[in-house]
């Protein structure tokens, strides 16, 4: 895990290319993260077409991590909320390519995601993650407090409904309760 590196992505035809086929991937093997299978490349490129855009005007963060020159993770703080919430961000889209789970990659890009947060004002985060085959055991190792379930609350990528849960962190005490 040495030698991976994390950063802050910035739109690029590569950078945009590396994140569809990650996504695709993730969709293909069952991940939850608001997408069908089949995923068309074109689909794929559009929406990180525009989360690149609005992560360009400061609307998100997209973190992006490398093992060289390959894209193997990726995590997006949504920071673009309404102006009663100044203080909490998103998490979402935590993404890791089948070859690099259970290595530390998305426990590296959450604990980034949560300093940039800091760095922004954000101290409250929260995120959605699927109950079947979701990340609900990494949320939790780091953290997060378990809200609630609402069932049937998406498809799942081959078809069939899963519930989604809801998780909310802290990043710091001395605030707010």
Known sequence: MSDIQIKALSPSPEICAMLSELLIETVANGGSVSFLHPLSRKAAEA???NSLSAAE???????????????I???????????????????AKMMTCISHRHCGIATALLR???RIAV??????LVLDTAEDEGAAGLYERMGFKLTGVIPDYAFKPHGGLTGTLIYWKRLHEGVPA
């Open 47 to 49: 929406f990180w077409s």
């Open 57 to 71: 005007r400061g609307e998100r963060i997209i973190l992006g991590a490398f093992d060289g020159d390959r894209l």
């Open 73 to 91: 993770g990726t995590v997006t703080l949504l920071l673009d909320l309404p102006p009663n919430q100044p203080h909490r961000a998103e998490i």
């Open 112 to 114: 980034e995601a949560e």
């Open 119 to 124: 760095a922004h004002g954000r101290w409250l």
